[in-house]
């Protein structure tokens, strides 16, 4: 028997998390492109960006056919956020800066690589990049390397660089359960084994 969903966070209804996810105003649009083999992931964490700010929107697919549109935002600037030899570190607004559209391709990095090469339109955006060092609270995926972050803690972060000195962090209480959810779902035993400090 499949256990009934909340419709809007997608977690199981005893699970639910919306009493826990924010709504957030910012300057920055944040447009999630989301991979359809993410939607059902558990820890569906573009979803719950999307749900705890006003300014975001989220699709999910792999060829975006509207994308000039979504791109072509009157009073926005597109940007990619995906690392490249070439992407420009973020900086805070200035007074008069036009605000970013923030495009953020949301999947492992092979489906996030894949959206790319098939949305050129995408693919040839300008890119901007988070700050080094970045440490992921994500504790139940191995990263695929120093920095990579979940994509609701690259968005807390790059929100955090525009916006300053704003505070997102309030997105990642939603995150946060969700993790503490799973390692007591498992165990801590096997969470320790699996994922604890080798």
């Not at 059902?40 to 000039?68: C, K, M, Q, Y």
């Amino acid at each position: 028997m499949s256990r009934i969903q909340c419709p809007r966070c997608l977690r199981p209804q005893t699970h639910c998390l919306c009493s826990l996810i924010p709504s957030l105003d910012s300057r920055t649009r944040v447009l999630l492109l989301q991979h359809p083999s993410e939607v059902n992931h558990a820890l569906n964490t573009a979803r719950l960006a999307a749900l705890g700010l006003s300014n975001a929107e989220l699709i999910v697919g792999e060829v975006f056919e509207d994308l000039p549109a979504l791109l072509n935002r009157p009073g926005y600037h597109a940007r990619l956020l995906f690392p490249a030899d070439d992407a420009q570190p973020m900086h805070p607004y200035g007074e008069s800066d036009k605000p970013l559209l923030l495009v953020v391709p949301d999947g492992t990095w092979r489906k996030a690589r894949k959206i790319l090469h098939l949305n050129p339109l995408l693919a040839a955006l300008p890119r901007v990049t988070l700050a080094e060092g970045g440490v992921s609270r994500y504790r139940l995926r191995k990263a695929p390397g120093p920095g990579a972050l979940s994509t609701i803690e690259a968005i807390v972060q790059a929100l955090q660089t525009l916006e300053a000195p704003a505070s997102f962090e309030p997105l990642l209480k939603p995150f946060e359960a969700l993790i503490e959810g799973q390692i007591a779902a498992m165990g801590e035993e096997t969470f320790q084994r699996n994922h604890g400090d080798k």
